[in-house]
């Protein structure tokens, strides 16, 4: 989650991408070492793509995110300065136009208990198809095993999100790969982060 400033000139800012940017990082480093392109889905604020992408100077950065958050990322981008960073492009999952782009990996990071499911359902179908063959899938977040939760904070960070929306919530594990399955990806590895997380990692085969 981000916080907006009330005065519209300012950046948007995110404690939690401060605080999870770096065991990101720790992860997908090396599995983006081969990748040239990588498509963010759902790029909030901004702040992941600039942190990344300086890291990943080999990499083109492409962000995307729904109209209303376009001001702020630019705000991210235009401030950075980066040769290697692409967009925002206009990504509602289920509704837009998916980039006419080939990508070797997709990230994406605290998004899916935001979603409804019919979204949930289109990210993975729409990044079936632009993922380029052995193309990886790279999504952060909590996530449940068996529809249990993984600890108390999730569980009430679940309760929370759904008395905001009741149609968001965390995912099952189980659901999410049947989805990968259906857009031809398969489970390589799922990763353990701070703050009962997971970074799970599927590519196109």
């Not at 997908?28 to 942190?51: F, N």
């Not at 594990?173 to 599927?202: C, F, S, T």
């Amino acid at each position: 989650m981000f916080q907006r400033s009330e005065h519209k000139n300012m950046k948007p800012h995110s404690t939690s991408c401060d605080e999870n940017r770096d065991p990101i990082f720790s992860v997908i480093q090396s599995l983006l070492a081969d990748s040239s392109r990588v498509l963010e889905i759902g790029t909030g604020t901004g702040q992941h793509a600039v942190y990344f992408a300086q890291k990943l100077p080999y990499l083109s950065w492409y962000t995307s995110d729904c109209v209303e958050n376009h001001a702020g990322i630019r705000m991210w981008l235009d401030e950075a300065g980066l040769n290697n960073t692409y967009g925002p492009l206009d990504l509602n999952v289920s509704i837009s136009n998916w980039p006419q782009l080939t990508f070797d990996a997709v990230f994406s990071a605290n998004t899916l208990h935001i979603m409804h499911w019919p979204d949930v359902e289109a990210m993975f179908a729409g990044v079936g198809r632009v993922l380029c063959k052995h193309g990886r899938l790279l999504v952060y977040g909590p996530f449940n095993y068996a529809g249990q939760y993984t600890s108390d904070s999730n569980a009430k960070f679940d309760e929370w999100l759904r008395s905001r929306d009741p149609k968001s919530g965390i995912r099952n594990y189980e659901d999410l790969n049947a989805l990968a399955h259906q857009a031809g990806l398969v489970l390589k590895h799922d990763y353990a982060m701070p703050a009962n997380n997971r970074i799970l990692y599927w590519e196109k085969e």
